[in-house]
C-alpha cells in the first residue's frame, strides 16, 4: 500500500526550530515531484513549500527565508526544517506527492498525501 508518513511534529515556544519528516512506503519519492501543505484550525489547506525531481524548491511567501524542503532519496524521504517559528505556523502539517509531472512547482494535482503531524508554536 502506498504510504506517506509524517513526523517530527510537536510544541515549541516562539523564535523555536522543528525538523519534519515524511517517509514514504511502497514507492519511490525520487519519482514524484513532492510538497508540504498545512492547515490550522479554522482555515483552509496552504501550500507551504514544494520541491520538485530535480531539487528545485519553491516557498510560501509566509514561510521563505524560514522553511527549508529537501529531499534525500537513498533514504526515501521528504523534510521540512522550519526555523524562527512563529504562533501563526500552529497548524496540522501534510507531505503529499504527485507522479504528474504538470504540477510539478506548484500547489495543486498532489493526489498521495499522508496523516498529518501536529506543530504547535506558543507566543
Known amino acids: 500500500q502506498v504510504q506517506l508518513v509524517e513526523s517530527g511534529g510537536g510544541s515549541v515556544p516562539a523564535g523555536g526550530s522543528l525538523r519534519l519528516s515524511c517517509a514514504a512506503s511502497?514507492?519511490?519519492?525520487?519519482?514524484?515531484?513532492l510538497a508540504w501543505f498545512r492547515q490550522a484550525p479554522g482555515k483552509e489547506r496552504e501550500g507551504v513549500a514544494n520541491i520538485d525531481i530535480a531539487g528545485r524548491a519553491f516557498y510560501a511567501d509566509s514561510v521563505s527565508g524560514r522553511f527549508a524542503i529537501s529531499r534525500d532519496n537513498t533514504k526515501n524521504t521528504l523534510y521540512l526544517q522550519m526555523i524562527s517559528l512563529k504562533p501563526e505556523d500552529t497548524a496540522m502539517y501534510y507531505c503529499?506527492?504527485?507522479?504528474?509531472?504538470?504540477?510539478?512547482?506548484?500547489?495543486?494535482?498532489?493526489?498521495?498525501w499522508g496523516q498529518g503531524t501536529r506543530v504547535t508554536v506558543s507566543s
Open positions: 503529499a506527492a504527485t507522479s504528474s509531472r504538470v504540477y510539478c512547482r506548484t500547489f495543486a494535482g498532489y493526489d498521495t
Open positions: 511502497e514507492f519511490t519519492l525520487s519519482n514524484y515531484c
